[in-house]
Each structure stands twice: as structure tokens, then as C-alpha cells.
């Protein structure tokens, strides 16, 4: 076990980021950085060689339990579905739906780009959110639970569960919604037939008021990097 000291004015910001969740020093935190666990000391003890030597003794025997962070659950939720720590399981691991997340975090310039497409993915596949979920997970302001079969190194980090299975996939490709779709294709277990939709009538005074030459969007940046955290 390495110890190590944090200037708390300087990146106070960080020990939010370990789970501290006040801005009171000095605080310790042991950090299992393979697993991504953090294990803050109670911040309501006086901070005392004897506490601090009992806590080291307690992790180092793994008695102690990691400290989860979660932010609360949302009272609504969208096309794309905004996961939390607390709903990890209950949603990312639902084995009865096909499950295509993204981890991004709000600083992250590449997730912003890919915002509005991954918000239209979610759209495509809203009429069958009982087959496939679209989601989110901010992961700077939720951890993985404990058995989580993978941690998150970098921004924006794709994965992909087909139903039925525990596994994940990671998506590679670009960031196109041709190219997210034809994964999801590619990859899904569940049957993904999208109900038709009906055409929608326009008055013929109508269509020839507003008639324009169609514009086709411009294909997103084939821009795999990811933002390392």
C-alpha cells in the first residue's frame, strides 16, 4: 500500500471525485485503482493516528466495503434512459432486453458530439423500449457497482449486452447513426421489426408553399478517440 498526499486547496475537487464528500482536511481515502473502488474514511471522526492505522488494518484485510457513489434516480426518463449507480443492475443487466450504454462525462468534448445522435438512436427505438434500451451513465457521478464485469478508462466508451447474456461488447466504429444502428443489428438478440409509420397527408396548397430541396445532415466525424479520464 502506497501512501500518497493531496494538496487540498489546490484539487479539492479530486477528494469529491474519491467520495469525500466534505471539504474537511485533513481526510483519507484508500483507492483500489485496478477495481476503481474507492474507501473513504468517515468524515464525521476526529482524524487520529490510532483511527487511521485501524482503517488501514481493516482494508488491507478486506473487511471494509467500498463506498459507492450515485446520483438520484431520475422521477422521468427519456428515449435514451439516464442510468445512475442505484439502477446499474436493474437496468444495464435487465437480461430480457438488448442493452446499448454509453459512459460519458459532461466535460468531455467527443461526448458532446455524440449527443445528439446517441439522442436519436434512442428515438429509432423508442417504439420498442420492452426489447432494447438506450442509455447513459455519467460515470464521474456514479460507480460501477462491485461486480461490474469491466471498469471504464476513457470518454465516450460504448457498450453493448445482448439479451440473454452477461457480456458486454465494445463498440469500435465510428460514431455515425448508420454505423450504431448497423451494430446494433449486427449484435441484438431480440427482434428489432419497427412498427410501420403512417404517412402523414399534407394539403396540396400545402406542399407547394412549403416544398424544398432536401438537405441531407452531414455524417458525423469518423472520431474514435477517446478523452481519458
Known amino acids: ?16 471525485a474519491l467520495n469525500l464528500l466534505e471539504s474537511k482536511w485533513p481526510s483519507f481515502v484508500a483507492q483500489d485503482l485496478a477495481k476503481q473502488l474507492k474507501y473513504p474514511l468517515d468524515q464525521t471522526k476526529e482524524v487520529t493516528p490510532e483511527l487511521v492505522e485501524a482503517w488501514v488494518e481493516q482494508y488491507l484485510a478486506g473487511k471494509l466495503e467500498p463506498s459507492l457513489k450515485s446520483q438520484p434516480i431520475p422521477e422521468t426518463q427519456g428515449n435514451v ?29 467527443h461526448c458532446k458530439r455524440l449527443a445528439p445522435t446517441w439522442e436519436s438512436l434512442g428515438d429509432k427505438y423508442a417504439p420498442i423500449k420492452d426489447k432494447i434500451t438506450i442509455a447513459k451513465f455519467e460515470a464521474p ?10 471498469r471504464v478508462q476513457g470518454f465516450p466508451t460504448l457498450k453493448f449486452r445482448p439479451a440473454g447474456s452477461r457480456d458486454f461488447i465494445d463498440y469500435e466504429g465510428d460514431r455515425s ?7 446494433i443489428e449486427e449484435h441484438a438478440k431480440n427482434s428489432l421489426d419497427l412498427p410501420e409509420e403512417k404517412p402523414v397527408e399534407t394539403p396540396v396548397a400545402e406542399q407547394a408553399d412549403d416544398a424544398q430541396v432536401p438537405v441531407s445532415a452531414p455524417a458525423d466525424e469518423p472520431e474514435v478517440t477517446h478523452e481519458e479520464l
Open 141 to 150: 457521478e456514479n460507480d460501477l457497482p462491485v461486480d461490474a464485469p469491466f
Open 177 to 183: 447513426l448508420e454505423s450504431l444502428i448497423s451494430f
Open 1 to 16: 500500500m502506497n501512501f500518497v498526499w493531496i494538496d487540498a486547496v489546490k484539487f479539492g475537487e479530486h477528494g469529491r
Open 81 to 109: 434512459y439516464t442510468v445512475v449507480g442505484k439502477t446499474f443492475e436493474e437496468v444495464i443487466m435487465d437480461e430480457s432486453k438488448d442493452v446499448f450504454v454509453e459512459f460519458f462525462a459532461s466535460w468531455c468534448g
